[in-house]
């Protein structure tokens, strides 16, 4: 299966890397794209080792790029996907490279949110995944647990087994 794996900047971005590797061990072709603050908290040459793939970012991406990465993809999943972007997808915002792919994808498009508990129970948080899930996002749910701060509450980004499980049993279209 080929995958886009937008990658936004929070803690949990470590859980990105064992993401693109399992998947990557699995036999999936995983396409990573990094918002330019991800960029700022990870190296992409990180990505592009555990994917075997160029990492696409927006300091390289073409004028194209949102449309030529979709290409071919079966699944776009977002891993982690800050409070920031999930508003931005619920805006219908294109200002980066993962929210423009996320915009021009018409396939499957999977956000595993990931912030701290506070952020997440916030009502304009809980509005955005709301209308991203009326536009037929998959919303995979954050845990419940204790924060990088310390705070304890649902915002945890789902478990990596988890994710790798639901991908998994995942069966994409024709």
């Known amino acids: 299966m080929k995958i886009i794996l937008g990658v936004s900047a929070s803690v949990a971005i470590y859980k990105a890397c064992d993401i693109c590797r399992e998947l990557s061990k699995a036999g999936h072709s995983i396409t990573v794209a990094m918002t330019r603050t991800a960029v700022d908290w990870i190296n992409p040459v990180l990505f592009e080792a555990l994917s075997g793939n160029e990492v696409i970012t927006d300091a390289i991406a073409g004028g194209m790029a949102h449309i030529d990465i979709r290409s071919g993809a079966d699944l776009m ?27 021009a994808y018409d396939g499957p498009r999977w956000l595993a949110p990931a912030m701290n508990p506070s952020m997440y129970a916030h009502p304009a948080t809980q509005a955005s995944l709301a209308q991203c899930r009326s536009y037929g996002y998959r919303i995979l749910d954050s845990a419940d647990g204790e924060a990088v701060c310390g705070d304890v509450g649902q915002g945890k980004m789902m478990a990596v087994s988890d994710i790798l499980a639901a991908v998994a049993a995942f069966k994409p279209a024709g």
């Open 77 to 103: 999943l977002i891993a982690p996907a800050t409070a920031d972007l999930v508003a931005r997808a619920a805006q219908g915002r294109a200002d980066d490279i993962v929210t423009a792919t996320l915009l």
